[in-house]
């Protein structure tokens, strides 16, 4: 029979989340165990080869993590990181304008300066990634800290910096609010809100206006016109957080399955194993804590349950919504490249063929006006079933080709082309009216609906000229897919009231959860959610360094806007 072990701290997901807080605890000195459910870890940061010599992206492939601090107090370059963060000129930004049902529209100079001030590109100097940190890269207020106008952090940065962008209105605002008094155009307003809800808060959701923005603004400031891709991609950058964690002493084990979370006098003290572990029933002890980076039903409802809740506690678990939107993902390998049609090519800038391989970049589709992109919302998340939308009128996004490495095929191929990956929202599974597996049983319908979707910009798409159309479902991605089990940041209701100290609940409001020794580290349960990268496993630290689990050495730094719970360690003493 297989030996108990012992560790400091035990971590159950090895998604980027459960990964980053390992390499965090375990250049603090701790001994971490990370279990993986999976044969693999890394969660949605990983690629497939679905023909030799072709990687693709099935989920994660942009990145929303441009101002972590968890790049330099981790030493990621050290483990092979590399990706630029260098916001430049919003005049470089869409110089060929956005995709509408007539052909391209242009982007003016007020919807430039006007996206550009929302993110402190106009400060002098740029308060950009203050900005960035203010809004996800700070943990929630303590419980006995009222939240007011003045002491939420992106609130205090643009009162400092950029004045004329805070207003007393601006945390009550929806994300068109925003744009409609600092942009112009009604197609850029609409690109941007469409993003804005396949990334995080939604462009329509009151009282996340500056979430919701920022959000967009983490994928596209820092690179404008490539598209902030590290090198490898997402999995690449995964890989560079494993081996920091295990460079500084971190253990994973991957197919092990955790069974329960053992509680003992209301404190977390180790993890069992299913029987289906690689390791057998094992028993993994935790000295110091227990850090579920799982979604917040897998944690709480399963492997604690309801032994050690208390019934309220239990029925507010089961009350966050995980609903909202998943992404459908399609990749095209096609005979010929695929090319502008008659309507694109005409105004087509030179700009709209990028990359290495001049592929054509559509972005988003339809961005003619926000009633293409309300019908959208409820259709995706009022209706709940396969698409009603006219294949004319969905909204799509197209991942830029030039952000990736020539290196991953996306391009040219020996053997025909390969495109970059399509996305566009659908249902999430668990909320399909026809069930979970639905999708799958109408995988050759959608498929085709997406192919008719995509050609109202390309040419290409027919069968003629496809060779393999690689398509991800949510259930086919249900363990890389942060939009099925558990949601991103839209997965639960996002207003005011979650978005900071009591997201999702009050009892789980600052990582913490109402048994001792147990922590969360995931998306669907600790502020700020959705595809920011880094921000939980930062924003954790600050707890447990409050609770004495975890004592960072001099490499450490607190945000500036954090604030210490009374009664606990100053995560900000040094």
């Known amino acids: 029979m297989a030996k108990d072990e012992r560790f400091d701290v035990v971590i159950i997901g090895g998604g980027p989340n459960g990964m980053a807080s390992a390499a965090y605890l375990a250049k603090s000195g701790l001994s971490v165990c990370v279990l993986e459910e999976r044969t693999e870890s890394g969660g949605a940061c990983e690629t497939q080869e679905p023909i030799p010599g072709v990687r693709i992206y099935p989920h994660a492939m942009l990145m929303y993590a441009s101002a972590a601090p968890g790049f330099e107090q981790l030493e990621l370059h050290k483990f092979g990181f590399r990706?630029?963060?260098d916001p430049v000129s919003p005049l470089e930004m869409n110089q060929g304008g956005l995709a509408c049902r007539d052909g391209w529209r242009q982007i003016t100079e007020t919807d430039q300066i006007g996206w550009a001030k929302i993110g402190g590109m106009l400060g002098q100097p740029p308060f950009t990634r203050e900005l960035m940190r203010a809004a996800f890269y700070c943990p929630p207020h303590p419980p006995e800290v009222e939240v007011t106008d003045e002491n939420t952090p992106y609130m205090q940065v643009y009162k400092k910096h950029q004045p004329d962008i805070w207003t007393p209105e601006?945390?009550?605002?929806?994300?068109?609010?925003?744009?409609?008094?600092?942009l112009e155009t009604e197609h850029f307003k609409t690109a941007m809100a469409f993003a804005a809800w396949a990334s995080g808060a939604a462009g329509h959701w009151e009282g996340v206006a500056i979430p919701a923005a920022l959000c967009v603004q983490l994928l596209t400031l820092p690179s404008m016109g490539r598209t902030s891709i590290p090198r490898g991609g997402l999995h690449g950058y995964f890989h560079a957080i494993l081996r920091a964690a295990v460079h500084h002493g971190a253990t994973l084990r991957t197919s092990c399955p955790v069974e329960e979370i053992l509680v003992e006098d209301g404190r977390a003290v180790g993890v069992r194993l299913r029987d289906t572990a690689v390791t057998g029933g094992r028993t993994i002890h935790a000295n110091k804590a227990v850090i579920a980076a799982c979604d917040v039903h897998q944690a709480f409802l399963d492997m604690v349950g309801p032994r050690h809740l208390d019934p309220a506690v239990i029925q507010k678990l089961k009350d966050i919504s995980l609903k909202n939107q998943t992404l459908y993902v399609s990749t095209f390998h096609t005979k010929t490249p695929i090319r502008f049609n008659e309507t694109f090519a005409t105004n087509a800038h030179h700009t709209k063929y990028v990359g290495p391989h001049r592929q054509p970049a559509a972005g988003v589709f339809p961005c003619d006006s926000r009633e293409l992109y309300y019908a959208c919302v409820a259709d995706v998340d009022g209706h709940?079933?396969?698409?009603?939308?006219?294949?004319?009128?969905?909204?799509?996004?197209?991942?830029p080709s030039q952000a990736f490495d020539p290196t991953d095929c996306q391009g040219e191929y020996p053997r025909g082309y390969i495109s970059s990956a399509f996305e566009m929202a659908v249902t999430s599974p668990d909320y399909h009216l026809e069930g979970e597996d639905a999708l799958l049983g109408y995988k050759s319908d959608m498929d085709r609906y997406m192919r008719d979707a995509y050609s109202q910009v390309y040419d290409g798409l027919d069968d003629d000229n496809v060779i393999h159309h690689w398509s991800a479902t949510g259930r086919e991605v249900e363990f890389r897919n942060t939009g099925l089990i558990g949601g991103t940041w839209c997965g639960s209701r996002h207003d005011e009231d979650q978005l900071w100290t009591n997201r999702p609940i009050p009892e789980l409001s600052r990582y913490r959860s109402p048994?001792?020794?147990?922590?969360?580290?995931?998306?669907?349960?600790?502020?700020?959610?959705?595809?920011?990268?880094?921000?939980?496993?930062y924003n954790l630290m600050h707890i447990l360094i409050e609770d004495g689990v975890a004592d960072p050495g001099d490499w450490w730094y607190a945000s500036p806007y954090y604030m210490p719970q009374e009664g606990k360690i100053p995560a900000n003493r040094r």
Request: glycine share 8%.
């Open 170 to 182: 601006l945390r009550d605002m929806t994300m068109f609010d925003l744009m409609d008094e600092h």
């Open 83 to 85: 990706m630029e963060w």
């Open 384 to 399: 709940k079933a396969q698409p009603r939308v006219p294949v004319e009128d969905v909204m799509w996004f197209q991942t």
């Open 515 to 537: 048994i001792e020794g147990l922590y969360h580290a995931h998306q669907t349960s600790g502020h700020p959610g959705g595809l920011c990268l880094m921000a939980i496993p």
